[in-house]
């Protein structure tokens, strides 16, 4: 399973004891702000599974983040497959998840700059998507900050959230691979 490394993080996959962090960053109001509810620990753990479980499957996903010195865990950012159907799917995204005191550190931008980069130059693919509900203007930042590309044609009504959900309009960015 991969590891990958910047100058200040490390991607990894996931330990038993980021559980009881993950369920705390799950269950704050402030970072599912653009989420449509608040993980309950069992639904915390749910997600643990899952993304540990893809990470053990395909030797790369949303991996754990650590911030050596710092922190033990600080969330997650990596790439993973939308489980949904929408018009640019099947694909890959880039995404992360920050606790709250790790915001504003530029952690997320540079955790994801490392997930393109293996995207692109170990998994070989051609393009990697991100996608937000339309008022999360925070990850829309680090979406173009890391060079995605936003084209208001392709924003979506996001298909598991109801018809009226006020996060039910997403955006959605692209970034192609470089021509070598």
């Known amino acids: 399973m991969k590891t990958l490394q910047t100058e200040r993080l490390i991607l990894r996959p996931w330990k038993e004891e ?5 369920a705390a ?13 608040l993980l309950t620990k069992e639904q915390s753990d749910q997600l643990y599974s899952r993304l540990s479980s893809f990470i053990q499957q395909n030797g790369w996903g949303l991996w754990a983040v650590e911030v ?3 922190a033990d865990f600080i969330g997650f950012i990596g790439l993973f497959r939308p489980a949904f159907t929408s018009h640019f799917t099947p694909c890959v ?12 550190k530029g952690y997320a931008t540079e955790g994801a700059l490392k997930a393109l980069d293996f995207g692109f130059n170990e998994l070989k693919l051609d393009e ?10 925070r990850s829309q930042a680090v979406m173009q900050k ?8 392709d924003d979506f009504d996001h298909p598991l ?13 692209r970034c192609k691979r470089a021509d070598e």
Not at 146 to 153: A, C, S, T, V, Y
């Open 93 to 104: 995204e880039v995404g992360w998840r920050l606790a709250r005191p790790f915001w504003g």
């Open 68 to 70: 050596p010195g710092v």
């Open 18 to 22: 980021d559980k009881v962090p993950f």
């Open 146 to 153: 890391i060079g995605m590309q936003h084209n208001p044609e």
């Open 161 to 173: 959230l109801a018809e009226g959900h006020p996060l039910r309009r997403h955006v959605l960015y």
């Open 25 to 37: 960053m799950n269950s704050d109001p402030e970072v599912m702000e653009h989420f449509p509810a």
């Open 128 to 137: 990697i998507v991100s996608f937000t509900a339309c008022c999360n203007t």
